[in-house]
């Protein structure tokens, strides 16, 4: 088996052997038995809960979360690590060479953007790559717009620019190039302040805090959505839709990042702050960012499943119906949570099921997706009969041995 392939148990042992720990001292300084130490680096049990998977980082002195997770890609033709596309995003986002020519049409850009970020949360069996494949001339674009024009006009420059970079950050931190991603959500973050427009910043706090989250500094990024919802609040009199579905959408976000800290009140506190707003509001997508009833109850599915109720969280997803959001983001999202707590819960048909769910909308997903790897290794591991004829192709457009 390739390093690229292996389990979280596998890689926390391999750390620990190099750290010189035994799985007893480990799973002292973790503060988990040893029974159950032994269970998750055989496999046997996954890691449940993010905040023990960021102890076992701190622990085990592992800078980037990833090393644990496994990167979520297979490797391109060449070996080179990373999807074919990320290398001209990269290339776009640090070319800083004076522009030539007339400033770009804003309005052609903006529709540009907006194209692709339909593209992009649209299902698709290649978004992807066709998103990787308009984004570095979007990039440039962008940047070359907030350098050419002037007044009004560089401030509908820098909103469109805020814009494009919240995708740049999802699609970089989807491909697993989380540094790429940081710098996309920061420049995001100041092209909104920049711009002067206070709900896209909150959109852009929101798209920060995400890719700060991912490399495991949930306090750092509970500690931003806490500031974006406080620079919002004196602005709440009033607020219309888009306003009030960012403030809604960042208490989810700070729900999230409460509960993979193990603070169950607190996430329980933000969710009961944002029902209303919710249920005012309706279902949206305003900033790309979807907020609504059902979107706020699929952050409640992941609350229970980041605190460990497992139970509750499918009795909860049983009851959700996630057709009509407008992203396929937060749809697979609520089937990848339910495949983790039927996985969880030994149930590998109804995990397949929804595993199949996302090979329709986006198969791409499972070869960029890393708790969709790590829960089809833990089918394979298993690898019931009544599953198996179901499970051979997700395995393959995996790219996962059988």
Request: glycine share 6%; net charge neutral.
């Amino acid at each position: 088996m390739q390093v690229d392939e292996w389990s979280v148990g596998q890689r926390l042992a391999a750390h620990r052997a190099r750290r010189g720990l035994t799985q007893e001292e480990l799973a002292g300084l973790v503060g988990i038995s040893l029974s159950l130490m032994k269970k998750i680096e055989s496999g046997d049990r996954p890691v449940t809960k993010f905040s023990t998977l960021v102890l076992f980082a701190q622990v085990l002195r592992v800078k980037d979360m990833r090393e644990l997770t496994g990167v979520p890609l297979s490797l391109v033709p060449d070996g080179v690590r990373g999807h074919p596309a990320a290398d001209a995003a990269r290339a776009a986002m640090t070319d800083h060479a004076r522009p030539d020519g007339e400033a770009p049409n804003l309005e052609q850009l903006a529709s540009r953007i907006e194209q692709t970020w339909e593209i992009w949360q649209a299902p698709s069996p290649w978004r992807y790559a066709q998103v990787g494949q308009n984004l570095p001339d979007l990039i440039r674009g962008v940047q070359h717009a907030m350098r050419l024009h002037r007044d009004d006009a560089r401030r509908r420059a820098l909103r469109q620019a805020s814009k494009l970079y919240q995708l740049a950050r999802t699609w970089t931190k989807r491909v697993g190039e989380h540094e790429l991603s940081w710098l996309a959500a920061d420049r995001a973050v100041s092209a909104a302040l920049e711009a002067d427009d206070p709900d896209l910043a909150g959109a852009a706090a929101w798209n920060l805090a995400m890719i700060v989250s991912a490399k495991g500094h949930t306090e750092h990024a509970r500690a931003i959505v806490y500031q974006a919802i406080n620079e919002l609040t004196p602005l709440m009199t009033d607020a219309g839709p888009p306003r009030l579905a960012v403030w809604g959408g960042l208490h989810l976000m700070g729900a999230t990042e409460a509960a993979r800290d193990d603070k169950a009140a607190e996430a329980q506190r933000l969710l009961a702050e944002a029902a209303p707003v919710a249920t005012r509001v309706g279902e949206t997508n305003h900033f790309r960012m979807v907020f609504g009833p059902t979107n706020l109850a699929v952050h409640r599915v992941s609350t229970y499943v980041e605190l460990g109720r497992t139970r509750d969280a499918l009795d909860l997803a049983e009851r959700v119906s996630v057709g009509q959001v407008p992203a396929v983001e937060r749809r697979l999202t609520y089937h990848l949570e339910a495949a983790r707590c039927y996985a969880r819960k030994k149930n590998d048909v109804g995990a397949v099921h929804m595993i199949q769910h996302i090979h329709r909308e986006s198969p791409e997903e499972l070869r960029y997706n890393v708790l969709v790897r790590e829960t089809l290794r833990e089918l394979i591991r298993r690898a019931k009969p009544a599953v198996q004829a179901d499970l051979q192709p997700l395995l393959a457009a995996a790219g996962l041995p059988d």
